[in-house]
């Protein structure tokens, strides 16, 4: 199986900061570049979030932290590395560029992923000198927590390098599923952009407010969906038929007006407005760095509840989640026997003895 030993980040931002996380707290050496002057901060803070959350997360122990250094340029970060991951921002001519960077830098044999949210691979790498190890790699946020990777080769990705990729992000705990057909967007950004132009429009009409269209979802289907995905779930609501009956049920609303889908709404400052003010209103009382910790707790509730599914094999994530785990496990520092028995016997420290 394909091993990562040492890895290099180009672009340090929310994706590029999990990717570091997540690589680093699997033992794995990363060296980042990132000329944003406050990048290094961020980056910590979200390493500080990913090492919280992993703690709570690895029952079973983690490996030796990875060390995360400091670039100077991209040639200096990429020197050595086995993955490349860029994450700079969502703009073609910036990706053409860096990576072109990249790939006249890194090593003959270093992987090198995108973690664009809809550039085709093939666009990407119409400039490169070796495109067959390049592919899109494209994660969610948060990108530590979160284990689905879309790997999307281009037409010029080699069979090896996908499978090397394949390889690569599953040992670090990811779900990879490989599209054999490009399309921009992919499929997870594809459904998301259908549900975020939809909710657009519900907010402009005034049919509810950004807080009741995020309960509706979070205390209804997105449970389904976090365990069962949407087919499955669906095939459940066709009862012992199962999905055909369900498919003859509910078909004829597709041609029902229940959708604003192909009619997208004018994207002009007062919905901005209107969307921004009622998401102030929801959440402004905790910081950024808050509702990420509470998110992080909430996804690790929801991994630990399903892991416990069927009898301890888990269910779903549930079960990636306790292999995972495992394998976090297996890279931790052993303790010895004589260590154990220390801690255990260790006499427990009630309280300072009050002075009068």
């Given at each position: 199986?394909t091993?990562?030993?040492?890895?290099?980040?180009?672009?340090?931002?929310?994706?590029?900061?999990?990717?570091?996380?997540?690589?680093?707290?699997?033992?794995?050496?990363?060296?980042?570049?990132?000329?944003?002057?406050?990048?290094?901060?961020?980056?910590?803070?979200?390493?500080?979030?990913?090492?919280?959350?992993y703690?709570r997360?690895?029952?079973?122990?983690?490996?030796?932290?990875?060390?995360?250094?400091?670039?100077?340029?991209?040639?200096?970060?990429?020197?050595?590395?086995?993955l490349?991951?860029?994450?700079?921002?969502?703009?073609?001519?910036?990706?053409?560029?860096?990576?072109?960077?990249?790939?006249?830098?890194?090593?003959?044999?270093?992987?090198?992923?995108?973690?664009?949210?809809?550039?085709?691979a093939?666009?990407?790498a119409?400039d490169?000198?070796?495109?067959?190890?390049?592919?899109?790699?494209?994660?969610?946020?948060?990108?530590?927590?979160?284990?689905?990777n879309?790997?999307?080769?281009?037409?010029?990705?080699?069979?090896?390098?996908?499978?090397?990729?394949?390889?690569?992000?599953?040992?670090?705990?990811?779900?990879?599923?490989?599209?054999?057909?490009?399309?921009?967007?992919?499929?997870?950004?594809?459904?998301?952009?259908?549900a975020?132009?939809?909710a657009?429009w519900?907010?402009?009409?005034?049919?509810?407010?950004?807080?009741?269209?995020?309960?509706?979802?979070?205390?209804?289907?997105?449970?389904?969906?976090?365990?069962?995905?949407?087919?499955?779930?669906?095939?459940?609501?066709?009862?012992?038929?199962?999905?055909?009956?369900?498919?003859?049920?509910?078909?004829?609303?597709?041609?029902w007006?229940?959708?604003k889908?192909?009619?997208?709404?004018?994207?002009?400052?007062?919905?901005?407005?209107?969307?921004?003010?009622?998401?102030?209103?929801?959440?402004?009382?905790w910081?950024?760095?808050?509702?990420?910790?509470?998110?992080?707790?909430?996804?690790?509730?929801?991994?630990?509840?399903?892991?416990?599914?069927?009898?301890?094999?888990?269910?779903?994530?549930?079960?990636?989640h306790n292999?995972?785990?495992?394998?976090?496990?297996?890279?931790?520092?052993?303790?010895?026997?004589?260590?154990?028995?220390?801690?255990?016997?260790?006499?427990?420290?009630?309280?300072?003895?009050?002075?009068?």
């Open positions: 199986m091993k990562i030993t040492k890895a290099a980040a180009i672009g340090g931002g929310v994706i590029g900061g999990g990717w570091i996380a997540r690589l680093a707290l699997n033992g794995i050496d990363v060296k980042v570049f990132d000329p944003h002057p406050e990048a290094k901060r961020k980056i910590d803070e979200v390493i500080d979030n990913a090492r919280r959350a703690k997360m690895a029952v079973k122990g983690l490996p030796r932290e990875g060390e995360v250094t400091y670039s100077l340029s991209i040639a200096e970060a990429v020197a050595g590395a086995d490349i991951q860029e994450s700079v921002p969502e703009r073609l001519d910036v990706k053409l560029k860096t990576l072109a960077e990249i790939d006249a830098a890194a090593p003959v044999d270093a992987l090198i992923g995108s973690s664009t949210s809809g550039f085709k093939t666009d990407m119409k490169l000198r070796h495109p067959e190890r390049f592919l899109v790699a494209h994660p969610f946020n948060p990108v530590y927590l979160l284990p689905i879309e790997i999307v080769p281009g037409e010029k990705t080699s069979k090896e390098a996908v499978e090397r990729a394949r390889e690569a992000y599953t040992s670090i705990g990811m779900k990879c599923v490989v599209l054999t057909k490009e399309i921009d967007a992919f499929v997870g950004n594809r459904l998301l952009e259908a975020w132009r939809e657009l519900l907010i402009k009409d005034g049919i509810c407010t950004v807080e009741e269209l995020d309960d509706i979802m979070r205390y209804g289907f997105g449970m389904r969906w976090a365990q069962m995905g949407m087919f499955q779930t669906y095939r459940i609501a066709g009862g012992e038929a199962g999905m055909r009956h369900f498919m003859a049920q509910f078909g004829p609303a597709l041609s007006p229940w959708t889908l192909m009619d997208v709404p004018e994207f002009n400052d007062e919905l901005v407005d209107l969307v921004a003010k009622q998401s102030d209103d929801q959440s402004s009382k910081s950024i760095r808050e509702l990420e910790r509470i998110r992080d707790e909430n996804l690790i509730g929801i991994m630990e509840a399903l892991a416990k599914a069927e009898n301890g094999q888990g269910w779903g994530a549930g079960e990636l292999s995972y785990v495992t394998r976090l496990g297996k890279g931790a520092p052993k303790i010895s026997k004589a260590a154990e028995k220390a801690k255990a016997t260790k006499p427990r420290k009630v309280g300072a003895k009050k002075k009068g």
